[in-house]
């Protein structure tokens, strides 16, 4: 009989790449996947360590999974293997063990490849967690098995991992350690197995994914945007993007795939965290406001249609009204498509949770919501900007509203049209004729 498989993911999109993955590695022992909790013979919980809300939630999740455990033991029997994965996982390994008996396996982001051995190690008579979080060497990406199952139109490819940056905020350098790149001829051959499988979009992932150079076909050490030129190569390929970049690691070849890969679409997240000098000097960012504003002037010189997103921090320690108010107008002066944005969360062992000068939550509660006002003000007129436009719609899924069916932008926007438009994996042009906060319509251009 197969046995079943629960996985639920946290956090940023490097998640959901790995939970795909250790769902390919774990159906050679048998296991498909349900979308059940409550019917699942095994439960991947795949954490998120960035800020302590995240990090708390999993506690919660897990006393939540303990009663599933017991009930499903005590009525049939049939225990439920319980996995936690994640940053989580590995920056708190020790505390789940001890807070949270009943889990059977904790496995850091380095060590996937060695779930399935770890889960031929439990012992159900012990209640001692098996543990994985190591940083092994070798590459997790060639000992995964290479994916198989198709993922949709639009798939994630990781390509590189970790990061070296230690941004004095960040959980990240901890949690995945050092940056590694993988080389050119294995994310190529990843590359084509998704095409093959369906994908017509690839997303490449990284914590600091402009930060990628790795062995190029030619043997040589290869940057970023020498690979999206080598990927722009593959038959069947339509849209290319990538994220999260660093606005360090913007580099000559990268400006150049913008200027000229047709595949290259016209978004980019790019993050500033805040637009004060003295607060990115604080955060270990080791660039300026100017810098920033400088890369964003150059992208939207070689495209001009580029529209771009962000991430922002407010309430870092010391943050001034003065302060915030810089972040205000340099989110002023580049005009987001869209943004993500996050109160100061003091993370143990960062160094930025040590500093004086804390700040108030309500002063952050009151910062974010003035500039979550300003970035949806953004939104809504970059969205209302294309009414009337033809723009082509990457055809992805059924749309949850009945006879219709849900695709993207080359902006990123969520389109929502009539099902009998276009089949999953398409890309059509859709007149635009209406545009909400989060969403446009479309139809059929005549
Ligand atoms: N590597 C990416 C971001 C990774 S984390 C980069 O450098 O931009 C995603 C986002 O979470 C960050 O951009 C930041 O805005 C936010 N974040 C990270 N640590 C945080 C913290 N301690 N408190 C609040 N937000 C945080
Ligand atoms: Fe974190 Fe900074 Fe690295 Fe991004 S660049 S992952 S924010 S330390
Ligand atoms: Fe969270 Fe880890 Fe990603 S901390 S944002 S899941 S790298």
Not at 264 to 275: F, I
Not at 313 to 321: A, W
């Amino acid at each position: 009989m197969q046995k079943k498989l629960h996985i639920k993911t946290y956090g940023c999109q490097m998640n959901v790449y790995d939970s795909a993955r250790m769902a390919d590695s774990l159906a050679p022992l048998g296991y498909g996947a349900t979308p059940q909790l409550d019917d699942a013979d095994m439960v991947v919980i795949n954490t998120c360590h960035i800020r302590e809300k995240a990090a708390e939630k999993v506690f919660s999740e897990l006393g939540r999974l303990r009663k599933i455990k017991n009930a499903r033991m005590e009525e049939h029997g049939r225990d439920m293997v319980i996995v936690v994965a994640g940053c989580v996982a590995q920056a708190e390994g020790e505390e789940i063990a001890r807070r949270a008996p009943w889990v059977d396996v904790i496995v850091g982001p380095q060590a996937y490849q060695n779930l399935p051995a770890l889960i031929g190690k439990i012992d159900p008579s012990s209640r001692q967690a098996v543990v994985d979080t190591e940083f092994p060497v070798a590459d997790k990406f060639d000992l995964l098995p290479t994916n198989e199952s198709p993922r949709g139109a639009a798939a994630f490819l990781s390509v590189q991992e970790g990061c070296d940056k230690f941004c004095s905020f960040c959980v990240v350098p901890y949690t995945r350690g050092a940056e590694f790149s993988r080389p050119a001829d294995s994310i190529i051959a990843e590359a084509r197995r998704l095409i093959k499988g369906g994908a017509v979009e690839l997303t490449l992932l990284g914590q600091n994914v402009n930060a990628w150079h790795g062995e190029g076909l030619d043997g040589r050490v290869w940057d970023f945007g020498r690979l999206l030129f080598a990927l722009a190569e593959l038959s069947g390929l339509k849209r290319l993007r990538y994220t999260t970049s660093h606005p360090l690691d913007m580099h000559e070849a990268l400006y150049q795939a913008h200027a000229e890969i047709p595949q290259l679409m016209p978004y980019l997240h790019l993050p500033v965290q805040s637009g004060s000098d003295r607060i990115l000097k604080a955060m270990n960012r080791r660039h300026s406001r100017d810098d920033y504003l400088r890369i964003i002037d150059r992208l939207r010189d070689v495209r001009p249609d580029l529209a771009l997103s962000g991430d922002f921090i407010v309430g870092f320690p010391n943050e001034s009204d003065g302060d915030f108010a810089d972040t205000l107008n340099l989110i002023a002066r580049v005009d987001y498509a869209s943004a993500y944005s996050f109160k100061y969360s003091p993370r143990p062992g960062t160094p930025a949770a040590n500093h004086d000068g804390q700040i108030d939550e309500a002063v952050k509660s009151a910062r974010l919501t003035s500039l979550q006002q300003l970035i949806s003000a953004q939104q809504q007129k970059f969205n209302h900007s294309k009414l009337g436009a033809v723009m082509d719609v990457l055809v992805e899924r059924p749309a949850s509203k009945a006879g219709q069916k849900a695709g993207r932008s080359p902006w990123m926007q969520a389109v929502h049209f009539h099902a009998a438009s276009g089949e999953i994996g398409d890309i059509i042009p859709l007149k635009i004729v209406g545009a909400h906060q989060n969403s446009l319509a479309g139809c059929v251009a005549s």
